[in-house]
């Protein structure tokens, strides 16, 4: 009955074909314990994969390749100021300009991955740091689903290159 697993075919009749009803009976109960173990699991690795994707140290920022913010993990919504209402778009919630072109060359598929490094600012023009994103078209099942965007904090690395160059010079 269209993925109805808790309709049961009645049991009425005689010999084989009371037989196959109950058999055909047996086998419901057996799916809907299948059905119901596997979105169990599913629950749980939805779970695992949160708890990671919220606990890393690098935003995490997944779009459609219409630009529709799918899924952004707090360090994301902290680091590109998306606290209080998460932008719709890639277009609104990107404002260094660099990060922008760089997931618009991936929606526009000009590019499967791109690596660029940007200094974000906050609203009030204040530095919050150097940024290292990576930049990458996803897929599943052989098929292009999206783009991902990972930004790493790469501040303090590019202070020590910077010393180190100038301990150098000097």
Same mark, same amino acid.
């Given at each position: 009955?269209?993925?109805?697993?808790?309709?049961?075919?009645?049991?009425?009749?005689?010999?084989?074909?009371? #037989?196959?009803?109950? @058999?055909?009976? &047996?086998?419901?109960?057996?799916?809907?314990?299948?059905?119901? $173990?596997?979105?169990?699991?599913?629950?749980?690795?939805?779970?695992?994969?949160?708890?990671? !994707?919220?606990?890393?140290?690098?935003?995490?920022? %997944?779009?459609?390749?219409?630009?529709? !913010? %799918?899924?952004?993990?707090?360090?994301?919504? @902290?680091?590109?100021?998306?606290?209080? @209402?998460?932008?719709?778009?890639?277009?609104?919630?990107?404002?260094?300009?660099? %990060?922008? #072109?760089? +997931?618009? @060359?991936?929606?526009? &598929?000009?590019?499967?991955?791109?690596?660029?490094?940007?200094?974000?600012?906050?609203?009030?023009? +204040?530095?919050?740091?150097?940024?290292?994103?990576?930049?990458?078209?996803?897929?599943? #099942?052989?098929?292009?689903?999206?783009?991902?965007?990972? %930004?790493?904090?790469?501040?303090? =690395?590019?202070?020590?290159? /910077?010393?180190? =160059? #100038? $301990?150098?010079? /000097?």
């Amino acid at each position: 009955a269209g993925r109805d697993l808790n309709a049961t075919v009645p049991e009425i009749g005689w010999g084989e074909l009371n #037989e196959l009803s109950k @058999s055909f009976n &047996r086998m419901l109960v057996t799916l809907r314990a299948f059905e119901s $173990f596997q979105v169990d699991r599913l629950i749980a690795e939805k779970a695992k994969v949160d708890g990671l !994707v919220q606990n890393i140290p690098d935003g995490i920022v %997944l779009a459609g390749f219409n630009g529709d !913010v %799918l899924y952004m993990n707090d360090v994301a919504r @902290s680091l590109l100021d998306a606290q209080k @209402s998460a932008p719709k778009h890639v277009g609104e919630l990107l404002r260094s300009k660099t %990060l922008r #072109e760089a +997931a618009l @060359s991936l929606m526009q &598929r000009h590019a499967r991955q791109a690596l660029v490094k940007t200094e974000l600012m906050t609203p009030e023009g +204040a530095r919050r740091g150097v940024f290292a994103c990576r930049a990458v078209t996803i897929g599943a #099942e052989g098929r292009d689903t999206g783009i991902l965007l990972l %930004l790493r904090d790469i501040t303090h =690395e590019e202070e020590l290159a /910077s010393m180190k =160059e #100038e $301990f150098m010079h /000097s």
